[in-house]
């Protein structure tokens, strides 16, 4: 199946079927998807943590405001972003970066020098916008992917991030909760939109084209 078609077979899953769990395998390879997204600088200022354990699901249901598809789903995948930017976090990714390519020590200097400049005058507030966008880059490319695997998921933003993040010791890893995404397989004959016509803006009121 290609890409499009993919897109179209999945949905916002509202049920799943709690008897079904994923293969390790497959969650692997929807984690890897996140983790090839290209994010800004490639710095990859976002972490995902991925929960099956079922106790701990079903704590989150009441901070993601009672929805219950967070503990029946096979996965839940949580979309964490640095809480802000740090000379020793953009210095990290690049020292990566420059041993992985075989560069010579310092390659990069100028050029982290230059978003220091930028990210360490913002406020912890902007720092924290930014990076959180770059975990949307991730979610969709996680959700592709699991429609490629013929797996269901569903994007959330509805839930309490603050209390999500206490749960989880977010903050001392520095990092904040963004987005969750549950993955499993729908329970068909009880989710009410999984025969709903998928319905989105018509080609032409979407996409502008300027030649």
Same mark, same amino acid.
């Given at each position: 199946?290609?890409?499009?078609?993919?897109?179209?077979? +999945?949905?916002?899953?509202?049920?799943?079927?709690?008897?079904?769990?994923?293969?390790?395998?497959?969650?692997?390879?929807?984690?890897?998807?996140?983790?090839?997204?290209?994010?800004?600088?490639?710095?990859?200022?976002? +972490?995902?943590?991925?929960?099956?354990?079922?106790?701990?699901?079903?704590?989150?249901?009441?901070?993601?405001?009672?929805? /219950?598809?967070?503990?029946?789903?096979?996965?839940?995948?949580?979309?964490?972003?640095?809480?802000?930017?740090?000379?020793?976090?953009?210095?990290?990714?690049?020292?990566?970066?420059?041993?992985?390519?075989?560069?010579?020590?310092?390659?990069?200097?100028?050029?982290?020098?230059?978003?220091?400049?930028?990210?360490? /005058?913002?406020?912890?507030?902007?720092?924290?916008?930014?990076?959180?966008? /770059?975990?949307?880059?991730?979610?969709?490319?996680?959700?592709?992917?699991?429609?490629?695997?013929?797996?269901?998921?569903?994007?959330?933003?509805?839930?309490?991030?603050?209390?999500?993040?206490?749960?989880?010791?977010?903050?001392?890893?520095?990092?904040?909760?963004?987005?969750?995404?549950?993955?499993?397989?729908?329970?068909?004959?009880?989710?009410?939109?999984?025969?709903?016509?998928?319905?989105?803006?018509?080609?032409?009121?979407?996409?502008?084209?300027?030649?």
């Amino acid at each position: 199946m290609s890409l499009l078609d993919n897109l179209k077979w +999945r949905y916002a899953t509202k049920k799943y079927d709690k008897t079904k769990k994923v293969s390790e395998e497959d969650v692997a390879r929807i984690v890897e998807a996140a983790r090839l997204a290209p994010t800004s600088s490639g710095m990859q200022q976002f +972490r995902v943590l991925v929960i099956s354990n079922q106790e701990l699901k079903e704590q989150i249901v009441p901070i993601a405001s009672g929805q /219950q598809i967070v503990a029946d789903c096979s996965h839940l995948l949580v979309f964490a972003a640095w809480d802000k930017y740090t000379e020793e976090r953009i210095d990290n990714i690049y020292q990566v970066t420059t041993t992985e390519r075989g560069l010579n020590e310092g390659h990069f200097n100028d050029y982290t020098n230059r978003l220091k400049s930028v990210y360490l /005058q913002q406020s912890p507030e902007e720092n924290f916008a930014h990076t959180a966008r /770059q975990a949307y880059i991730g979610l969709g490319l996680a959700i592709a992917a699991a429609a490629e695997l013929k797996l269901d998921s569903t994007p959330m933003e509805g839930f309490n991030n603050a209390a999500l993040d206490d749960l989880l010791g977010l903050q001392a890893q520095g990092l904040k909760s963004v987005l969750l995404l549950p993955v499993g397989y729908r329970d068909a004959a009880n989710d009410w939109l999984v025969n709903m016509k998928k319905v989105r803006n018509a080609e032409a009121h979407f996409a502008t084209y300027i030649k």
